[in-house]
């Protein structure tokens, strides 16, 4: 039995997915019809970055609901979860209510986020146990548990513990002046010594090599963490900013176990068999869509399955959208708009 019409999707959606899924060779031949009218043409838009995109998306939500609008008709669709955390921040900052399908992701839960608090705290001054234990070998410095005796460091005190070692007390008295280094800088520009000048970065990538992990998953997370302390002039403030999303994002899993409203927030997956009227599918980008995992022309076809799915959600309206840059580097519109003809 041949399944060939699709009563969901208006002909010009319809016909912009079928031009992208027709590029797979692994699938069975089928051209799909609808009885549904012509319809908006699928467009497709370019930004310079990731907030302008959100900010864009959310402004034009903005207006629907100032017209008595529902947007329960509505999803924002991503690649993967981590990536919502920006696009998050955006909806709730200017109150536009959302369901997340999956659980709502806490970027500054992570263990990177804890490891790079507690070089700002200590360089700030908080010489706490807590905090030397989270960072002393992040990247590896050797310390030893056993040398940390009391609730409070005291550099000289470790030194002395390690007073038969000299290069140990090299790599202390190092510390102790990059964490000087630190104290002076805005936590964007800390953050980014941390990375670059204190050999963080170097540490993660013998931390996925270890794990047997992707060494990006874990420098992207580590970007998205840099990226939130842009702006911040003091660390206080960047502390004060990550309570508030955090008591935000609390408040939006209560809400949400309560009732479900607003417009959905969802990655390609979660969303298969759903529709909605509009579509909004964002970072459309080398790296996110196909995600970089997807090496193998097995793989990239399987990615463009996804995204043909996710395109084929919408019954009325798809906005496609994708990035220049990100994280202060550049960024490659997907091969996957190319097909599409736009």
Same mark, same amino acid.
């Given at each position: ?23 797979? =060779? ?39 609901? @100032? ?6 008709? =509505? ?9 919502? !955390? ?21 970027? %500054?839960? $992570? ?34 548990? !056993? ?49 670059? #000048? ?22 992207? =997370?580590?970007?998205?963490? $840099? ?59 080398? #790296? ?18 996804? %995204? ?19 994280? @202060?580097? !550049? ?12």
């Amino acid at each position: 039995v041949l399944l060939n019409v699709n009563y969901r999707c208006s002909k010009n959606i319809l016909r912009t997915a079928m031009e992208v899924i027709g590029c797979n =060779t692994r699938r069975f031949k089928k051209q799909l019809d609808t009885p549904n009218e012509e319809g908006m043409p699928v467009t497709c838009k370019e930004f310079d970055n990731p907030r302008e995109e959100y900010m864009c998306v959310v402004a034009a939500l903005k207006k629907r609901m @100032e017209r008595g609008e529902d947007l329960l008709n =509505t999803a924002i669709l991503l690649r993967t979860n981590q990536e919502s !955390e920006g696009l998050i921040n955006v909806l709730m900052e200017y109150q536009v209510p959302f369901t997340m399908k999956e659980q709502l992701p806490n970027l %500054f839960r $992570h263990w990177i986020c804890r490891a790079l608090l507690a070089y700002l705290e200590m360089a700030a001054g908080d010489r706490s146990r807590k905090n030397l234990l989270e960072i002393m070998n992040r990247p590896n410095r050797y310390i030893s548990r !056993e040398a940390l005796n009391s609730s409070q460091i005291n550099f000289n005190e470790l030194r002395e513990y390690y007073k038969d070692k000299d290069w140990m007390c090299d790599r202390i008295t190092t510390l102790e002046t990059h964490l000087r280094i630190l104290g002076t800088l805005s936590p964007f520009a800390a953050i980014n010594f941390i990375r670059k #000048g204190m050999g963080f970065e170097e540490y993660l990538r013998e931390y996925a090599q270890y794990r047997k992990i992707k060494p990006e998953e874990l420098l992207e =997370t580590l970007d998205r963490i $840099h990226e939130s302390a842009k702006g911040m002039k003091t660390l206080a403030k960047w502390q004060a900013y990550i309570e508030e999303y955090t008591k935000r994002l609390n408040e939006q899993a209560r809400k949400q176990q309560d009732k479900k409203e607003g417009v959905t927030i969802s990655t390609l997956h979660a969303v298969k068999g759903l529709e909605y009227d509009i579509v909004y599918i964002l970072n459309v980008n080398e #790296g996110s869509i196909p995600y970089r995992k997807a090496v193998l022309a097995e793989a990239v076809e399987e990615e463009r399955r996804l %995204f043909y799915v996710g395109m084929t959600r919408a019954k009325k309206k798809l906005v496609l959208a994708y990035v220049k840059r990100q994280y @202060e580097k !550049e960024r490659e519109p997907s091969r996957f708009l190319e097909e599409t003809g736009l």
